[in-house]
């Protein structure tokens, strides 16, 4: 029998050091079979990999030299290559899920927890300069105040968001402040290589990066931040991830469906000012007149994204700080605090007047319960329990 020791050399072998695997194995295992994600960490961290726009229509990230050093590094960072969950979790968190809390000298009480590993829960409201955020923000604002309080005491030099142009196309921004923060609030429903973002913060010469994302591109960032293998990728750099729920994503087609529907009304993209999914509804607002055009998510089915039908991950478990709409009610954010870091910023927050915060019911937790095992199971193909 294993001793405790020889169990944990055991299991770190399931998160492999260096892969002599190359873009070829990628494209073959993950790209060609359809559950691509578009997350973009490949891309972020080996230059001969590219996403223009024509190959994220696609899902398709591409090799554009001749040749390949096969380093595997993108195979090894990739979400979709390989995802131990429990290590990885074991690796960030230093605790894991019931069936590895035995193996795990300082775990604590593990429980088959579809939320994953999170030390609070919190309903956050942003507090500062309310009005000045209202309208701009999707909920509660959290993501935004939590990532100015984080800047403003120097946790982090720049956070990398997702922020839009005129017609909701997502573009990645290297955050350095407050104003930036604010210009990029909101959420956009097109699938979008965000964690390219992390290369140019490195680019600019930040030290200290927060990095706002999917649970697709937060899983990714922590196999880099994970991984045991002999380059140079600046991983020490990353230093926060806030992840925000999510149950799916859409094509850039959705943005051409929902323009083609505004204009019979006289309107365009340009005057949106959010975009929401509530029930089974994606809500249009509109800006001046404050009016709401409805979609039934039964209508834009087509431009559901074909990488996210394999995914797991509702709460991006593996974040600092995991941050959704479910659960908390309106003009609330629900925030999982879930490492020693994530935790320190949301109370600092707090302290420092960035935001207001006060439980979440249990019925509201509940919910965001059952959704992240509906996703689980829809993602396994139905397979999954609530334990994986
Ligand atoms: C595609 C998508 C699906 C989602 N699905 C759910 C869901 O099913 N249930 C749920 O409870 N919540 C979901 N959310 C999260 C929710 O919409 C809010 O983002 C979250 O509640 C934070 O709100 P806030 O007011 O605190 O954020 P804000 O202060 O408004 O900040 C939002 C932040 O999100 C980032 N962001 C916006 N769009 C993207 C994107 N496409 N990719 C990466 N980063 C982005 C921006 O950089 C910004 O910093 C989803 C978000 C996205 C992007
Ligand atoms: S050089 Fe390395 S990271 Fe880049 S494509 Fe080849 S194997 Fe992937
Ligand atoms: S899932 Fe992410 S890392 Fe994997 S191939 Fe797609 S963009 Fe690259
Ligand atoms: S459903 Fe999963 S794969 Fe799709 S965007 Fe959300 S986190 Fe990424």
Redesign the pocket.
């Known amino acids: 029998m294993r001793t405790e020791a020889e169990a944990g050399e055991f299991v770190n072998v399931r998160l492999p050091i260096f892969l002599e695997q190359g873009f070829s194995c990628l494209e073959r295992e993950v790209v060609a079979e359809r559950v691509c994600c578009l997350c973009g960490t490949c891309a972020a961290f080996c230059e001969k990999i590219k996403i223009n726009e024509e190959s994220r229509n696609e899902l398709k990230p591409e090799f554009v030299e001749e040749y390949d050093t096969v380093c595997g590094l993108c195979y090894a960072f990739c979400p979709r290559t390989f995802l131990p969950f429990s290590e990885l979790e074991r690796r960030i968190f230093g605790v894991a899920r019931a069936s590895e809390a035995r193996e795990v000298s300082e775990a604590r009480e593990a429980s088959a927890e579809p939320l994953g590993v999170y030390r609070s829960c919190y309903a956050?409201r942003?507090k500062k300069e309310k009005g000045d955020l209202e309208g701009?923000?999707?909920?509660?604002?959290?993501?935004?105040?939590l990532?100015a309080y984080a800047l403003e005491e120097g946790v982090l030099d720049s956070a990398v968001?997702?922020?839009a142009d005129e017609q909701w196309r997502?573009q990645t921004r290297v955050a350095r402040s407050y104003e930036d923060?604010k210009a990029?609030?909101?959420?956009?429903?097109?699938?979008?290589p965000?964690v390219l973002g992390v290369k140019e913060a490195f680019e600019e010469g930040c030290e200290s990066v927060g990095f706002?994302?999917?649970p697709c591109?937060i899983q990714g960032l922590r196999k880099v931040q994970t991984s045991e293998q002999p380059y140079e990728v600046g991983k020490e750099k990353i230093k926060l991830l806030v992840g925000?729920?999510?149950?799916?994503?859409f094509s850039a087609g959705l943005l051409e469906f929902v323009s083609a529907r505004l204009e019979k009304e006289g309107l365009d993209l340009a005057g949106v000012k959010k975009f929401?999914?509530k029930g089974k509804d994606l809500l249009i607002s509109w800006g001046a007149s404050g009016g709401v055009h409805k979609i039934a998510l039964d209508e834009i089915k087509e431009y559901e994204s074909e990488g996210c039908s394999v995914c797991t991950d509702?709460t991006a478990e593996l974040a600092d700080i995991s941050?959704?709409?479910?659960?908390s009610e309106e003009g609330w954010?629900?925030v999982l605090a879930r490492t020693e870091l994530g935790e320190e910023v949301v109370k600092g927050a707090l302290e420092k007047g960035f935001v207001e915060v006060k439980e979440v019911e249990e019925k509201g937790l509940g919910l965001?319960r059952r959704?992240a095992v509906r996703k689980k199971r829809s993602g396994s193909g139905g397979k999954a329990g609530a334990g994986i």
């Open positions: 956050v942003s701009r923000v999707q909920d509660g604002g959290a993501v935004t105040s990532l968001v997702t922020a997502p923060l990029a609030a909101g959420t956009k429903y097109t699938i979008y965000s706002v994302g999917l591109q925000l729920f999510c149950m799916e994503n929401d999914i509702y941050v959704g709409s479910v659960g954010s629900t965001v959704l």
